[in-house]
């Protein structure tokens, strides 16, 4: 099962090109993203509508995902708000501050960075391995490196990309495409060949399109309708009536057993005591054989 | 006998911006759309060239030097839209990082394209088989089509992942394998 978990929501009728051809590509799941900038908006439902105005391969598993700029860490993100409207939320840290709020505290499902803006810093494992730790993934964008015409761009995704790659080590990495259009989307095979190419080789590329993805969106799904994100009832099974008078049988049978095995067990515990009661009796007994005896001399 | 060891990349030339016949108005399926034959203009000299500018545009000189020593269009068919490249063992990946780095044929044609690598063998009996392969797939597939049945195969498949799709059955799907095996055939 292949994932993309970033295509960005622009328009129907150039999207149902994009869905089509990510299904022929091979694509099993495809998250479609919209971002928000800046303040948020009062109206946060998703501008993606439900269902989508064109047929789907039936194949294709499709997931709504918004992606929130980190401008200021002091703002409210209003992530429980989100989370109810989409199916995963992705953040995007703009500077040093908001990276290190994004990896430590905020409560979203994937962290996005813009690579091909030039970082002022490097990037630290301790900071992106709290976030790997927290099961928070981090997502490698290939579709600016292939679209942009612009040669720093690319340059700046490469570079970026590796970095991210060499701090991270290879762990919990995710590689989607973030194409503007149609052109930006490439297969699963070639992708891991691109991330092999840059560093991460082809198991932990494999990793980053499948295993990784797929643990992001399950998780973001448990914690959505779970109990406490721990408990999930897959198939509750049906309990008939009869059925449920039979079990009650059962249980009742097994409480007389136990009744009796209580009654054993004060059984077991009496001859402890009425033998001692006999023992006594026969002492007395012998006693009294003694006394007769003596008398009778 | 101390031998120069190739890879041979199937490679498979998709169109997914709309074609002049679709925006013609013509009602063509998508599928056919993606998969159509390649101009006529296009031929293997420009194949190698768009690879070559490829490797050097993103690994320079050193790239050029590495990976041009056998690199070679052994097969070529437009009506399919399919390629064999042949390139050093080593290198291989160079190569096909460009060819994912492609997003257009060159000048004449003009047409945005994206590269599929469907194959990578070791021997050029492998790859052809493979494409014979394929090939044969898409007229089983067209004849189906043509006699107004559906796709059996697809049809399978569609109707087994339909049936677990109940809202949020996901947790017994199994990963597809056909890209590992391309990988592991490799070797």
């Known amino acids: 099962m292949f994932h993309d978990l970033n295509v960005p929501w622009t328009s129907a009728k150039e999207l149902q090109r994009a869905v089509v051809f990510l299904d022929e590509l091979g694509y099993d799941v495809v998250a479609l993203t919209h971002s928000y900038g800046g303040r948020l908006p009062a109206d946060l439902t998703s501008p993606v509508p439900n269902p989508l105005p064109f047929p789907t391969p039936s194949r294709l598993r499709i997931l709504r995902r918004c992606n929130i700029f980190l401008t200021d860490a002091a703002s409210n993100f209003r992530i429980p708000q989100l989370q109810q409207q989409y199916d995963l939320i992705a953040a995007r840290p703009t500077d040093e501050k908001t990276l290190q709020q994004a990896c430590q505290s905020l409560d979203v499902d994937i962290i996005s960075l813009d690579l091909s803006q030039k970082f002022e810093k490097h990037f630290k494992f301790p900071m992106l391995g709290t976030a790997i730790s927290r099961g928070v993934k981090i997502e490698l964008c290939y579709g600016q490196a292939i679209l942009s015409t612009d040669s720093t761009a690319k340059r700046n995704v490469i570079s970026n990309a590796t970095q991210l790659i060499r701090v991270t080590r290879g762990r919990g990495l995710i590689m989607s495409s973030e194409a503007k259009s149609v052109l930006g989307l490439r297969a699963p095979s070639d992708v891991m060949n691109l991330a092999s190419v840059w560093g991460l080789g082809l198991e932990r590329g494999k990793d980053a399109l499948t295993k990784e993805p797929r643990s992001v969106v399950e998780f973001a799904r448990l914690k959505r309708q779970s109990y406490k994100g721990i408990v999930d009832i897959v198939y509750g099974g049906e309990k008939p009536p009869v059925q449920e008078k039979v079990v009650d049988g059962k249980a009742k049978k097994g409480q007389s057993k136990d009744q009796k095995r209580k009654a054993q067990d004060s059984l077991d515990t009496t001859p402890a005591q009425s033998g001692e009661e006999k023992t006594v009796s026969k002492r007395q007994m012998k006693k009294n054989k003694k006394t007769k005896l003596d008398a009778e001399v | ?187």
């Open chain 2, 1 to 187: 006998m101390v031998r120069v060891k190739n890879r041979y990349l199937v490679v498979n030339i998709l169109y997914p911006a709309s074609s002049p016949a679709a925006r013609a108005g013509e009602a063509v399926p998508e599928l056919l759309q993606f998969h159509a034959p390649t101009p006529d203009a296009f031929h293997t000299g420009q194949l190698v060239r768009l690879v070559r500018e490829g490797i050097a545009e993103l690994f320079g000189d050193y790239g050029m030097g590495m990976a041009n020593r056998t690199l070679k269009v052994t097969y070529w068919s437009p009506a399919t839209s399919t390629a064999i490249i042949r390139c050093p063992r080593e290198h291989y990946e160079m190569v096909w990082a460009a060819l994912t780095f492609t997003t257009k044929l060159p000048r004449p044609i003009d047409v945005p394209v994206v590269f599929k690598v469907v194959r990578v063998s070791g021997t050029i009996r492998k790859a052809e088989e493979e494409v014979i392969r394929r090939a044969k797939g898409i007229i089983t597939r067209a004849r189906e089509v043509e006699k107004g049945r559906k796709d059996v195969i697809v049809e399978g498949v569609v109707r087994a992942v339909e049936k677990r799709a109940e809202p949020d059955a996901v947790l017994a799907q199994v990963d597809e394998g056909e890209e590992s095996e391309s990988e592991s055939d490799s070797e």
